[in-house]
């Protein structure tokens, strides 16, 4: 098989397919400390996407508790206990992926869930890693834990669910790496659904075919960003494309953010689908846990962030998160503000770095009437 360099796992690696890089990559940053759970972002993809017969239980989206929650029921424990634990030398794996742990011409390393393991999608909602005794809640932080994990097709590098497939129904666009399902092509083996390491790939039972996250190309291609990024309550989300054709890009908020400060970091790259969703993982968190899940680099992450206040342009990257509903190219720093730029060079976000207090009189003259805290 062709040997393609892995930038996740710091080495080549063996690949089904050699193919060059797609024009630009599409990608995706998460910052899981400030998820809160709402479920907005499932919501506006279900209702735009998946809400037609045969995919009840498909969700593109989903946002689930760890260290227990997971949709379908246990997807990444059944990965882990399929692969060899992971082994890092500094930045570079020294164990197998899922391409090569069975040996060339062998199909990716992968399980196919069953029907009821889709029947709960938020099995484990908010349960915390341990029990919590009365009271210990209201006396501070306590070492008991729970996040929220994002999750949505990676549109990765290497794709699983491309490589797997017997009717080359799954294919990689060139203009933005965004992966699809050619429906008409597709005759329903689920192999894609078998080998996606993330089982971000659903098989309709109505359609009898295959469906996925389609990266909301329709408004990629008009300049706007996913709809489940638009829709994030919490501005937890930023939607772009990484560079790959030149060097990253410094005034490309994600490629500074995930190329050049590496501050976000890839949903278990040990995988070797080379995911294009970044996450920022949780301060709080204990860091064994998190280096199964993003990789040797979590603990270097955690304290680029908890030190934001004194790093000004990475800090201004993040504010734009959530400010606009157009697709950020550049970015720049200007004073307090954080500015970006899209793709033809027009002002679409200004976001200051403290926002400004209004503090209005209690008696409003002009209108006669008191004003309250209620209102």
């Not at 570079?92 to 009821?116: A, M, N, Q």
């Not at 009271?135 to 834990?145: E, K, V």
């Amino acid at each position: 098989m062709p040997s393609r360099y892995n930038r996740h796992i710091g080495r080549d690696m063996t690949y089904p397919y050699d193919a060059s890089p797609p024009d630009r990559q599409v990608a995706y940053i998460f910052d899981t400390n400030k998820c809160i759970e709402c479920q907005t972002c499932t919501v506006a993809c279900k209702t735009c996407w998946t809400s037609g017969k045969g995919q009840e239980t498909i969700f593109w989206n989903n946002v689930e508790t760890k260290p227990y929650g997971g949709y379908p029921i246990q997807w990444d424990l059944r990965l882990l206990e399929k692969l060899e634990p992971a082994e890092w030398n500094g930045d570079r794996l020294s164990t197998s992926t899922i391409f090569e742990i069975d040996g060339e011409k062998k199909p990716p390393l992968g399980h196919r869930p069953v029907v009821e393991d889709y029947a709960a999608p938020n099995l484990g909602e908010d349960d915390v890693s341990g029990n919590v005794s009365g009271g210990t809640a209201f006396g501070g932080i306590h070492p008991m834990w729970m996040f929220y994990l994002a999750r949505i097709c990676n549109h990765c590098v290497h794709p699983a669910c491309l490589a797997a497939c017997p009717r080359k129904a799954i294919y990689k666009r060139q203009e933005d790496g965004i992966v699809l399902v050619d429906q008409e092509r597709c005759r329903g083996y689920q192999e894609c659904v078998r080998a996606c390491p993330y089982k971000k790939v659903f098989y309709n039972m109505v359609s009898r075919a295959s469906e996925k996250c389609i990266g909301c190309f329709p408004r990629v291609e008009n300049g706007m960003v996913a709809l489940c990024v638009e829709s994030c309550i919490g501005k937890i989300r930023m939607h772009g494309f990484l560079t790959t054709q030149a060097e990253p890009r410094e005034d490309n908020p994600l490629d500074y953010i995930i190329k050049i400060r590496k501050l976000a970091l890839p949903l278990y790259p040990q995988a070797g689908t080379g995911p294009n969703v970044y996450y920022i993982p949780p301060l709080h968190v204990p860091t064994g846990f998190l280096e199964q899940l993003f990789g040797p680099e979590v603990e270097r992450s955690k304290k680029m962030y908890r030190e934001l206040a004194s790093d000004p342009k990475l800090l201004g990257a993040l504010l734009l998160f959530g400010s606009t509903n157009r697709i950020i190219h550049r970015y720049e720093v200007q004073g307090e503000e954080a500015v970006g730029w899209d793709e033809h060079g027009e002002e679409v976000s200004r976001v200051p770095f403290q926002e400004p207090v209004y503090i209005r009189e209690h008696y409003d003259r002009a209108r006669s009437v008191y004003r309250h805290n209620t209102t």
